[in-house]
């Protein structure tokens, strides 16, 4: 019998790429996180962040893909191992996925680290344009983003004036409190909670689609449509 020849250096890199190419093309998640690892290294060469503080973004690029790489593989193995369920086969997918938890949120707060200070000032000064600008021309988009729901929802005849349907009501409300919260609360700490009461507006609309209620062009629409229904009050008053 006949052992299996070693693979050489250039097969070895070969099986590896394959690897990571399967795990982009069957798991959504590892592509979440590609995407946003793109995003987060062309901001900070955007914005001009120091050596070290991308060398700790790197890390924390790398930290979560490999976690999310190493779940990808124990869920594989497990699966052919097993063919009923398993109550410790559970148990060791659930550890795995607790690993790409921990990676992301750390990622999350080196991400918040090293942008935080940079982006405020950015934000901050974007929002007071905002703010200040003219309020006749925030109310022209106003205007024509409820002509632009209610010709949608003409034209669609979907869902019912309480659930379904275009806008989504709970977008809505959810982007309108983000906007609000963003000017009623003072410079030293509008980042922080700006940026949060926009993520929990964003699982709101996530919440929605999730759902089935509505299809993504309804949450944005009441997305948008919330968000400057409450800057126009905030110009007007």
């Excluded at 790409?100 to 200070?117: D, M, Q, R, W």
């Amino acid at each position: 019998m006949s052992s299996r020849p070693r693979p050489s250096v250039f097969e070895s890199f070969n099986y590896a790429i394959e690897g990571v190419i399967h795990v982009l093309r069957t798991q959504r998640n590892m592509r979440i996180h590609f995407a946003v690892a793109v995003i987060v290294l062309a901001v900070a060469v955007a914005v001009g962040v120091a050596k070290l503080e991308l060398i700790a973004l790197l890390l924390a690029i790398a930290f979560v893909l490999i976690a999310e790489m190493i779940n990808t593989a124990i869920e594989g193995a497990i699966d052919v191992a097993t063919t009923s369920f398993d109550p410790m086969a559970k148990l060791a997918k659930d550890i795995a996925a607790g690993a790409v938890l921990i990676a992301s949120v750390n990622a999350v707060a080196i991400g918040y680290l090293v942008f935080a200070g940079k982006a405020a000032d950015k934000t901050a000064r974007v929002l007071d344009k905002i703010r200040s600008a003219p309020a006749e021309i925030t109310l022209v988009a106003l205007v024509l983003t409820v002509i632009v729901v209610i010709a949608t929802k003409a034209w669609t005849g979907r869902g019912t004036p309480l659930r379904g349907g275009l806008p989504s009501g709970h977008a809505a409300i959810g982007f309108a409190g983000w906007m609000a919260a963003t000017y009623i609360v003072n410079d030293s700490h509008r980042f922080i909670v700006s940026g949060l009461t926009f993520m929990m507006a964003l699982l709101v609309a996530q919440t929605r689609v999730e759902s089935g209620v509505h299809s993504a062009l309804e949450v944005a629409y009441g997305g948008a449509l919330g968000a400057l229904v409450t800057l126009v009050v905030f110009q007007l008053l």
